[in-house]
């Protein structure tokens, strides 16, 4: 059965850090993991998805790796901004499943 | 230009009583999820519809019954609301499921209060 963790949970940061957000999957089969934000109260809005042959996907100053074989995805967020707090949240997608399984979540503050 | 929508955007009810919550695409996708967020914030999906047939059906009390009368639709009936279903529903859809190439697209949630 498939669990996704995500270290830390929440995490706090000054204006301008560059940093890193982690994922853990225990079933190393996946067709792909997919990377979203989570403001307050909204839906989740999609970062950046990776496939299984794919082993990092870049938009703008976000960078997201993907070793499947260690079961860990990695989001670098650089130069970060306050307009950048909010809950990030890596999904999987088991091979030979329909589903996606969640992460835990890690809440980000970037201060000002 | 709204891609998922959903209404209502809040719903307080009492015990006892059934609503509905109702999806809508409009990116042409065939496929759509309904998921519930719960008070931790942990997301999990309870059904996905493949060019309107069930393909997902978690384990989930069948007070909850999904209906997807076309593919641009996934409706959430449920049936005798209890405390415990307060959530954050959550529908979703993507192109399809195949290959795992397809971002899933989030609608803005529904937060269901039972009193």
Not at chain 1, 40 to 62: A, D, F
Not at chain 1, 68 to 96: E, F, H
Not at chain 2, 59 to 84: M, Q
């Amino acid at each position: 059965k498939q669990e996704v963790t995500q270290i830390p949970a929440a995490l706090s940061v000054p204006e301008g850090e560059n940093l890193v957000l982690n994922c853990s999957f225990t079933d190393s089969a996946i067709y792909n993991l997919q990377w979203f934000r989570q403001d307050p109260g909204k839906g989740l809005t999609s970062l950046l998805l990776i496939q299984s042959s794919q082993r990092e996907q870049t938009s703008g100053r976000l960078n997201a790796s993907l070793d499947k074989s260690s079961g860990r995805s990695t989001l670098y967020i650089a130069a970060s901004q306050p307009g950048d707090s909010a809950t990030y949240l890596c999904a999987v997608l088991t091979s030979g499943t329909y589903k996606y399984i969640f992460g835990t979540g890690t809440r980000l503050k970037v201060l000002a | 230009d709204t891609a998922v929508s959903q209404t209502p955007k809040y719903l307080v009810t009492q015990m006892g009583n059934d609503k509905s919550i109702k999806c809508e695409q409009n990116l042409g996708h065939d496929t759509m999820y309904w998921y519930k967020q719960d008070s931790k914030k942990f997301l999990k999906i309870m059904f996905s519809y493949n060019n309107k047939e069930l393909i997902i059906n978690e384990t989930v009390p069948n007070r909850f019954s999904p209906k997807s009368p076309d593919k641009a639709h996934l409706n959430l009936h449920i049936n005798s609301l209890e405390l415990g279903d307060s959530a954050v529903y959550f529908c979703a859809s993507s192109q399809d499921v195949g290959a795992g190439i397809y971002e899933q697209y989030f609608g803005p949630g529904t937060r269901l209060t039972v009193t």
